[in-house]
């Protein structure tokens, strides 16, 4: 399929371990971004890539958050010393660098920290 | 800063009644709305968007939203519900323009549909 690749599809750890959560852009999409979606709640903004760079990070919640997009395509979210606070979906998004453009989601990555 | 308020988190109605699903947004700057919808398992997935030009917006599988700047509000609506609309549907905002690429969701309505 041509959509948003987001791997794991699930991920179980423990307090205090390190994390990485992939996604692959639909092919051509400059814009990347990342939310997280907590039981109930709607998807809350983490980050925007622009190409290769982090356009805007202001909704990265503390240091413990990183993300990268190295070549401007695949992005990863890493995640330290993870905390049970952090269990949550993380949705990835793509979309083309135009005006309003229709951001394309992935079906995300559960997250639980025991 | 954007916010959205999706009044009700749960809506049920009868297959062939009227869905309305409520949204009220605050922006500071000129707004760009969304609806967007969540199908059990799956990606969310646009329904319809507002971007300063019709203020009454067609979307995907009959639904279709009013932008309202005297109520600011962003209301969905679809004259007659079917058993396939039952999902979670999400107000979103951000602001109009380049630089303003972040889009703030709310807090979604979860549609249930009485056969």
């Known amino acids: 399929g041509a959509g948003v690749s987001q791997t794991p599809s699930n991920k179980v750890t423990e307090k205090g371990k390190y994390v990485e959560l992939r996604c692959d852009p639909i092919?051509?999409?400059?814009?990347l971004y990342w939310y997280r979606q907590s039981l109930g709640q709607g998807p809350e903004f983490l980050i925007y890539f622009q190409g290769t760079g982090a356009a805007d990070d202001s909704g990265l919640p503390n240091d413990r958050f990183f993300a990268v997009r190295p070549e401007g395509s695949v992005s990863t979210l890493k995640i330290q010393r993870t905390e049970r606070g952090d269990s949550a979906v993380y949705l990835c998004?793509?979309?083309?660098?135009?005006?309003?453009?229709?951001?394309?989601f992935g079906e995300g990555s559960r997250l639980t920290v025991l | 800063a954007q916010s959205v308020t999706q009044l009700g988190s749960h809506v049920s109605v009868s297959e062939g009644a009227l869905v309305l699903l409520r949204c009220n947004y605050s922006?500071?700057?000129?707004?760009?709305l969304f609806w967007y919808v969540q199908y059990p398992n799956q990606g969310l997935q646009l329904l319809l968007k507002y971007t300063s030009a019709a203020t009454l917006v067609k979307g995907i599988n009959g639904f279709e939203a009013e932008f309202k700047k005297s109520e600011t509000s962003f209301h969905l609506t679809k004259p007659s519900a079917h058993m396939s609309d039952a999902a979670e549907y999400f107000c979103a905002v951000r602001g109009a323009g380049f630089g303003n690429e972040k889009l703030t969701f709310g807090t979604g309505t979860r549609l249930t549909i009485i056969p």
């Open positions: 998004a793509s979309s083309l660098t135009e005006d309003a453009g229709e951001l394309f």
């Open positions: 092919s051509g999409h400059t814009a």
């Open positions: 922006s500071s700057v000129p707004p760009y």
